[in-house]
């Protein structure tokens, strides 16, 4: 045996076999549950329904309203719980593959897990009766408000929406380019399922780069103008696209490309190597 294959066996047994991918594909479920129901919702704030926000907040409220919603809000942060602990066990033991163990990719899934813990407590919350921290859009504004305050408040502000849209690029990027098929372990899957995949991970990501790209071009916004009123949540900034030239269509299509995310997701549940 090699040096190589016993230091990648003992990455891959510190990383908790079983239970770190029970916890990854929980994770990723949970977050398809998410996209889904703020695509539904986006769709509907395109055609002019009365309808609340096309976010998160608004995709546990819709879910709380099932049968059974309680037990399925819980059920959605539980699972982002467990995404927080695959990211972060990634963080720690590296991530699958044999290049897992890079410096970048430690940061990236640090950074992850950051992400996640905030998403995690907002849905806990929400499910624990606390209202899950309230609107995106005054959270946006309240903590870019915050922000300005601070000693080079501004240039803080606007490295955040840099940061926020470069990352929002990346994502778009990286699902054109098709860099999650590194990531699927497809076999056995007919050439249908994989072109299927294939679809809904480009067209799904592109769709969630761009509104993550959007909403960072919005806090830089807020910065240069130094007016946290123009910094934008989820739900503003869908709702953005509907004041371009393609007007409430490029918000049918955006939201269709979320909820296909959400598919995606559901298929890396299925299929991811973690």
Do not use: N
Not at 139 to 157: E, F, I, K, N
Not at 255 to 260: P, R, T, Y
């Amino acid at each position: 045996m090699s040096a190589d294959v016993a230091k990648e066996g003992v990455r891959t047994a510190s990383r908790g076999g079983t239970g770190r991918a029970v916890t990854a594909r929980c994770g990723l479920a949970a977050r398809g549950v998410l996209y889904v129901l703020t695509g539904l919702l986006a769709v509907r704030v395109a055609f002019g329904e009365p309808v609340g926000e096309a976010d998160r907040q608004g995709a546990l409220e819709t879910l709380a309203g099932q049968p059974f919603g309680g037990v399925l809000v819980w059920a959605v942060g539980i699972g982002l719980v467990g995404m927080v602990l695959w990211r972060a066990s990634e963080a720690a033991f590296g991530a699958a593959g044999p290049r897992g163990d890079r410096t970048g990719k430690r940061l990236a899934s640090a950074a992850r897990a950051a992400f996640y813990t905030g998403a995690a407590f907002s849905v806990l919350s929400f499910a624990a009766g606390s209202g899950g921290g309230g609107s995106g859009d005054d959270q946006s504004r309240d903590m870019t408000a915050r922000a300005l305050q601070l000693p080079a408040g501004q240039w803080l502000v606007g490295a955040a929406g840099l940061g926020i849209a470069a990352a929002g690029i990346g994502i778009a990027v990286r699902a054109a380019r098709r860099r999650f098929r590194d990531h699927l372990r497809m076999g056995g899957a007919s050439a249908g399922w994989r072109r299927a995949v294939e679809f809904l991970g480009v067209s799904g990501g592109v769709c969630r780069g761009a509104v993550f790209a959007v909403a960072g071009g919005f806090v830089c916004h807020a910065a240069l103008r130094y007016d946290p009123g123009r910094a934008k949540g989820v739900d503003d900034t869908l709702r953005s696209f509907t004041a371009t030239p393609a007007g409430p269509w490029l918000l049918v299509a955006v939201a269709v490309g979320l909820m296909l995310f959400g598919v995606f997701s559901w298929a890396m549940a299925r299929w991811r190597e973690v």
